[in-house]
């Protein structure tokens, strides 16, 4: 039961204690990703039955949908990172908010770009000024902006507190994007997966789109954890146990 | 006396923004009428940004800045004042001509009623959501663009109800839903911006 | 009265300065030395709470004077590198701002009056840009002379003032010393006070 | 680098602003493409006049300038180098950005060529225009509006023959005329204005 | 080798200062004293030919310095009170753009040479902004010792420096002079030149 003590916690956190614990993590979600990856994508383009009216390019929701969620999962978690650094100013929080920003952007642009192409055969325009694609255009922005912020600053400390108070601010664009297809009549289609009334679609479309996301989400832990080693290593260079890690005699 | 001047150049930027549509659109009312709370909810957007980078920069670079933060009433109220100044400048003399504008682009009285409740509920939230961009962006390298950057973003959701309650009211639907969230949305802006610009002095500051 | 316990501050990958601890109590003057880049700004600052310390805290009659906050800043008067002079301004307006931004506002009279025992009569209404350096370091200096906050700290107080202007400062910081009042100060120039105490904390090698 | 990094802030700027409009007029596409010229237009004046007031003063706080004015070359090519640094970042970033706000706003090839070519004439003679305001306006109360007060009828005509050219090939008209006007204001520009804003900054330096 | 005749200054609607002649030889140093306001900053301005005399006229080798135009500039370096230090660019970069603009490139290892003489070791690539004032107006000295202009012009040189850089400072003065320069300079603190003839030009009463 140590997991559940504070002063765990407290050891892992320091940015020291974690570099080795990210490193032993790593190998695992990779393995991870990639098993998951290839069974939904089977499970998207072999098994899941054609759609009647869509033909086969529906299946581009089986990439489009998780990196959507994907996309506004991350920046919560992103901005929750950043107030935690913000708050108990923990060096490691405002990493990791750092070292998850690219990703999230990456998984926004997936969106819009999957989304577009789909948008071609289904609507018959790429980009349509409709609420849910602009806000998720907004999402992407947000991101540049957290993203640039940072590299305008110089000191780290002030960076990553200016940028956390930024991502908090941006927080109120997640809920607009999500009930966007609720609020205005859009041409997007609105949510299929609600809790109330279970789910309108079949179910193995259903478990391809899951097991995509839970893909997604290992990828995501691979490359933050990558990332924010680099990080950790860039801003710690000057403490003892980084040089000795990188053998360079203080 | 300085501030007269501030505004009629706003007032003169918004008409040349303004102007400047019919000369692409050319004279056709009725486009016109159709584009026109757009146009004019975008002028109001470019405006606060105008002057959004001359919020603060001034005090920082004399040391005024610091003397408010240690100043023995709030920051926040300071702040506060500060933004309000920025509304009456970059905000309200959009409120006040876009009457003129609005029967200039050939809206209705109706419209223009919206139009202007719109604003005048509109503008003070994006001098609202500037000045928190403005706190950031203090001392920072390419500041005002990145500015921009930052800010628009968050101007949009004000933008697409504010013109978008012109353009319910424009084609007879009901425009009250919009309306009460831009209300809402000022509450909020005046309950969190004031702090969080205040929050984001502290920083650049440090 | 304030106190500093075991003061940090690291900036940028290098260390300013670390356990500077002091404590001054009223009718004491702090003289901070130390060559340039020794940290006095940074720790004058530190103790106005704009920079927070990486470790130790402010004390202020014996309350951490981040916790009394507004409290702590009413009874604090800081002039720093920067005077806060804003060029546009008459010297008059300027002094009427900044007290105003300080939190108590002045009538004409105390303020012209002010100015005029700084030795910028006539000078009232010139816009501040076309004052001379020295002059504008008056404007900044008059509120000393309208402040009644105990606690002043001044950073490079007499660049740019001439003999007579440097000899009328020390009188007023004596005057407030004597009176009770506590001062930090920073200068390269060396610096008596003809009354009270004066005190000196050393910072950097 | 720090430029590349001022540049790209300001293409992401221009694409924000360019999409402010289909969300205020809505996205009917030939809407759209009417208002394109002058949407782009819009944008490339705010972004000339965003950063104008920070042509000159920030050297003029900290003394550069008066380093300039005594440099051993002539003050009017240091000037005519820093309004080319202007038009680089505010104005030629626009320029090649301009197709695809163009294709984001539905506009033929024809008329994204000439929009860009008008980009390209048009926009160095913001810069050069403001660079004079600029310097007129240094240190002067309220300096910054005042700067757009005195520019802002100026670059009037610009934005004319620029947005004019455009929507001419839209409209299957003539533009060479729009053109050619535009290249006559640019050489103009370009023989008086370094030597005009040179002169505006020695009278406000004295 | 320059000389000042009758020089007027009116600014607004009072005479600064009026009749004023002096010249300078090269090996002297001219300290130009006066009152805060006295007018030191303007003249220097006006033989920089930043200001345009209501009366009176500079000469430089015996033609008028404003006739020479850059000529003139080419063997004139000026540092006023605003040490044109730009904040977001390091101490190196700085350096270097306040040389270029002055009109003679300089090489990176010219430039960190420079710095280091001037105390700055490991400073050279910090944005100057987080430099100590000092730190700062040692940057914009170090313009100085790598400066082949016959004709210093400073304007209260020694603000802000502790009193290693003062005396460094009157060394690197001394040597400019000694070898056959010319110096003008204004200071509040008493002022001595350890080599080469020292001579005082007093303004206003
Ligand atoms: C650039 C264009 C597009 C963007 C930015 C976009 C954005 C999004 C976002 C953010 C979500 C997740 C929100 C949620 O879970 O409710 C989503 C879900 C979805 N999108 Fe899109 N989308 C785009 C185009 C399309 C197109 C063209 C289609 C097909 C007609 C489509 C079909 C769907 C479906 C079926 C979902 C899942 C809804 C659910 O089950 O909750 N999207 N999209
Ligand atoms: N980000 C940073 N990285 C490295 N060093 C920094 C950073 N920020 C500040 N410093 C150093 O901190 C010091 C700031 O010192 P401070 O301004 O307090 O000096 P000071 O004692 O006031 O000097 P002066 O007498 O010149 O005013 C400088 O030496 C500066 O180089
Ligand atoms: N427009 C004006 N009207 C009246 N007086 C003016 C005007 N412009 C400048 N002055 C006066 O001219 C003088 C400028 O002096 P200058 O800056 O040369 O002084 P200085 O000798 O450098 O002083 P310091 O020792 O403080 O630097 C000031 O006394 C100022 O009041
Ligand atoms: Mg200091
Ligand atoms: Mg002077």
Redesign the interface.
């Given at each position: 039961m140590r997991i559940l003590s504070k002063s765990f916690w407290l050891q892992v956190s320091a940015p020291k204690a974690f570099y080795p614990v990210a490193g032993k993590l790593i190998p695992w979600f990779t393995a991870i990703a990639i098993i998951l990856t290839l069974v939904g994508l089977y499970m998207g383009f072999f098994v899941a039955p054609t759609d009647f009216q869509q033909g086969e390019s529906y299946r581009i929701i089986f990439i489009h949908v998780p990196a959507a969620w994907m996309s506004m999962l991350i920046y919560v978690l992103m901005a929750c990172y950043a107030a935690i650094g913000l708050i108990w100013n923990t060096r490691l929080s405002s990493m990791m908010a750092t070292a998850l920003a690219p990703t999230g952007a990456m998984f926004t642009f997936i969106a819009l770009w999957t989304g577009a192409f789909w948008g071609k055969p289904t609507w018959g325009a790429y980009?349509?000024?409709?609420?849910r694609l602009?806000s998720e255009?907004?999402l992407l922005?947000?991101y540049?902006?957290f993203i640039?912020?940072q590299?305008?600053?110089?000191?780290p400390q002030?960076a990553s507190?200016?940028s956390a108070?930024?991502a908090l601010?941006?927080l109120?664009?997640v809920p607009?994007i999500y009930f966007s297809v609720k609020w205005w009549n859009t041409l997007h289609q609105g949510s299929s997966l609600n809790l109330d009334k279970g789910s309108s679609m079949e179910a193995t479309m259903l478990w391809a789109m899951l097991i995509m996301t839970f893909a997604f989400w290992a990828y995501t832990i691979v490359a933050a954890l990558l990332r924010v080693r680099a990080v950790i290593l860039e801003r710690e260079?000057?403490s003892e146990w980084v040089g000795e890690l990188l053998g360079v005699g203080k | 006396m300085r501030r007269r001047a501030e505004v009629l150049t706003v007032v003169f930027f918004f008409v040349i923004v303004v102007s400047l549509f019919p000369l692409g659109v050319g004279p056709e009312i009725e486009t016109l009428r159709l584009i026109a709370p757009g146009v004019i909810w975008v002028a109001a957007l470019l405006a606060s940004m105008l002057s959004l980078d001359r919020l603060f920069s001034a005090d920082y670079v004399d040391g005024t800045l610091e003397q408010m933060l240690i100043a023995a009433q709030p920051l926040s109220v300071l702040v506060l004042s500060k933004i309000l100044a920025h509304w009456v400048v970059s905000g309200l003399p959009l409120v006040l001509v876009s009457p003129v504008l609005g029967m200039q682009l050939g809206m209705d009285v109706e419209s223009i009623g919206v139009l202007v409740v719109s604003l005048a509920i509109g503008t003070p939230v994006l001098s609202l959501?500037g000045a928190?961009g403005a706190g950031?962006?203090l001392g920072?390298?390419?500041g005002g663009v990145?500015l921009s950057?930052?800010v628009?973003?968050?101007y949009?959701?004000v933008l697409?109800f504010g013109a978008g309650a012109v353009e319910a009211v424009q084609s007879g639907m009901e425009y009250g839903a919009h309306v009460s969230l831009l209300a809402a949305f000022l509450i909020t802006a005046l309950l969190l911006a004031p702090w969080?610009a205040a929050?984001?002095l502290k920083?650049?500051l440090? | 009265m304030l106190e500093a316990a075991d003061l940090q501050c690291v900036r940028?990958?290098r260390v300013l300065f670390d356990h500077v601890s002091f404590s001054v109590q009223s009718g004491e003057l702090l003289h901070v030395r130390g060559a340039n880049g020794s940290g006095k700004t940074t720790m004058l600052r530190m103790v106005c709470g704009l920079v927070s310390p990486s470790s130790g805290e402010i004390r202020w009659r014996g309350q951490s004077a981040r916790g009394l906050g507004d409290e702590f800043h009413k009874e604090l008067l800081y002039l720093g590198h920067q005077a806060g002079i804003k060029a546009e301004l008459t010297a008059l307006e300027n002094l009427k701002f900044s007290s105003a931004v300080g939190g108590h506002a002045l009538d004409t009279q105390t303020a012209v009056a002010a100015l005029r025992q700084m030795g910028l009569k006539g000078r009232e209404d010139l816009p501040s840009k076309v004052l001379s350096q020295g002059q504008q370091r008056r404007v900044a200096l008059a509120r000393l002379l309208v402040s009644k906050a105990p606690l002043w700290i001044l950073d490079e107080p007499f660049t740019a003032l001439d003999v007579k202007a440097v000899a009328m400062l020390q009188d007023v910081l004596a005057e407030h010393v004597v009176g009770g009042g506590i001062a930090l100060i920073t200068t390269h120039q060396d610096f008596t006070l003809n009354r009270g105490a004066l005190r000196a904390l050393q910072l950097g090698a």
């Open positions: 980009w349509v000024w409709d609420a602009t255009l907004i922005f947000l540049f902006g640039s912020l590299a305008a600053i110089d000191d002030r507190r200016a108070l930024l601010v941006g109120v664009n607009i260079r000057h | 959501i928190v950031l962006t920072v390298r390419g990145l950057l930052l628009l973003p968050l949009i959701p697409i969080g929050t984001a920083i650049s440090d | 940028g990958d």
